[in-house]
């Protein structure tokens, strides 16, 4: 298979003036949004912000469809798989490409992770910045999404930058799917979230801000969308009071949220996201690192217990437990059901050893019985019809030894 499937390299990363920098553990931040929220153009704008405050940041692209990226990556999904060969070979769409390149690149996280640890523990990462595929649901919904995920969030505080077209988001309507999008990756990931309002010189995004936090105003906003017969509202009751009782359920959900505006176009907020960043690598050590110890610890005792279940079953399969003292023995200390089914077993088993069990026919074998059996019939059947013995029949040696043979 000719994937072009390589292990990843990493373009060096300029080491830090200041390695000082190292004793607060990089931030990992993941870039998550919508096909055209400002993803890679946001990256760019934060890749010339770290640089021009001496602290560079390490570039991860998981995008394998992107064709053009505007600023140095150190490590490129498409160093690594062919999203072209991927999507020929495999006879796949766009969107299975791009998920199949993920797979193909998961299986090689751990050296992705191994590098990323090294240059930390180097002192020369200060921030490492992951862009994703557009195609959101490629890698949030897809299994490798979520262990190159787990496993960066292991090696670092990781943060999700969920970013948002503010423009695009002005109705209740788009902005309560967005949301509940962004409520689905924070339950998935279970990583601090900060919520980014791109192209914020397009569009302000102070409606965004007093609908997060005043439950009244967006319950307004909604009122005069109905009335105005807004996209996605339509006038239809159900649609609205729909939204009216996600907004509530949301309410919650806003408060675990920071919520950031931005141009990545004119580099406006920025600074306000790096301090965002900064809060949530400390919420990340408080209140996520120990849940994600306490989940891995307990999913490596249900991982022990398991096997020593198999191990357990292996040895009474193999009678190692010494439980059977002869095969129609009775067995120790076993429940009565257990020692019904047992019996039912060894019964199966000595049928099987006799012959008598449900075995496979073999047809020739069946067939010459009948054969053998038809052949003597005939034979018998002649002899009587001809008055009994008949001796020039019995005569017949080679006859009298074949009755003879099948009458033994
Ligand atoms: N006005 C304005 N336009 C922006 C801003 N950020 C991005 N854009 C524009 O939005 C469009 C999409 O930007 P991208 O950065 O390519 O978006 P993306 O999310 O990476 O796109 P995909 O990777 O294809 O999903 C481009 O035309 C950008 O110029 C911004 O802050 N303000």
């Known amino acids: 298979m000719d994937t072009s ?9 300029m080491a830090t003036s200041d390695t000082s920098a190292t004793k607060t553990p990089p931030p990992a931040i993941i870039c998550i949004g919508m096909a055209g929220s400002g993803k890679t153009t946001f990256m760019q704008r934060l890749n010339a912000h770290l640089h021009a405050q001496k602290t560079p940041p390490y570039i991860v692209n998981l995008d394998p469809a992107v064709k053009n990226v505007p600023f ?12 072209k060969e991927v999507m020929k070979q495999y006879n796949l769409g766009p969107n299975g490409g791009i998920m199949t390149c993920l797979n193909l690149f998961a299986t ?6 191994g590098i990323l640890e090294k240059r930390k523990d180097a002192g020369s990462i200060d921030c490492v910045l992951v862009d994703t595929p557009g195609q959101i649901e490629c890698f949030v919904w897809s299994a490798s999404g979520a262990i190159i995920t787990d496993a ?15 423009p695009r988001t002005t109705s209740p309507a788009t902005f309560m799917s967005n949301m509940l999008y962004a409520c689905s990756i924070l339950y998935k990931t279970k990583l601090p979230m900060i919520l980014v309002f791109n192209k914020t010189d397009a569009q302000d995004a102070a409606f965004a801000k007093e609908w997060m936090t005043d439950f009244e105003a967006f319950q307004r906003a909604l009122r005069e969308s109905e009335e105005g017969n807004d996209e996605g509202v339509g006038g239809s009751g159900y649609m609205a009071s729909l939204l009216n009782s996600m907004s509530l359920m949301l309410d919650e959900f806003y408060k675990h949220l920071d919520l950031v505006a931005v141009s990545a176009m004119t580099g406006a907020g920025i600074e306000d996201f790096m301090v965002a960043v900064k809060g949530k690598c400390e919420e990340y050590e408080r209140d996520y690192r120990p849940e994600m110890e306490k989940a891995r610890k307990k999913r490596d005792e249900q991982r022990i217990k398991e096997k020593e279940k198999e191990l357990d079953r292996l040895m009474k399969d193999m009678d190692v437990d010494g ?3 002869s095969k129609s023995g009775r067995k120790k200390s076993m429940p ?8 039912l077993s060894d019964m199966e088993s000595s049928d099987e050893e006799a012959g008598q069990g449900m075995q496979e026919r073999d047809e020739d074998e069946g067939a010459m019985d009948e054969d053998e059996e038809g052949l003597q019939a005939r034979y018998e059947r002649e002899l009587r019809e001809k008055g009994g013995t008949d001796a020039g029949v019995l005569q017949d040696a080679s006859l009298r030894r074949y009755l003879g043979a099948n009458q033994m």
Request: no cysteine; hydrophobic share 35%.
């Open 323 to 325: 439980g059977v003292s």
């Open 72 to 83: 140095e990556r150190n490590i490129d999904i498409r160093d690594s798989v062919n999203y």
């Open 108 to 113: 090689k996280v751990d050296q992705v992770i």
């Open 152 to 166: 960066l969030a292991s090696a670092f505080p990781t943060v999700i930058a969920y970013i948002i077209d503010t």
């Open 5 to 13: 499937s390589t292990a990843p390299t990493d373009t060096p990363a």
């Open 336 to 343: 009565k059901e257990e020692e019904e089914q047992d019996l």
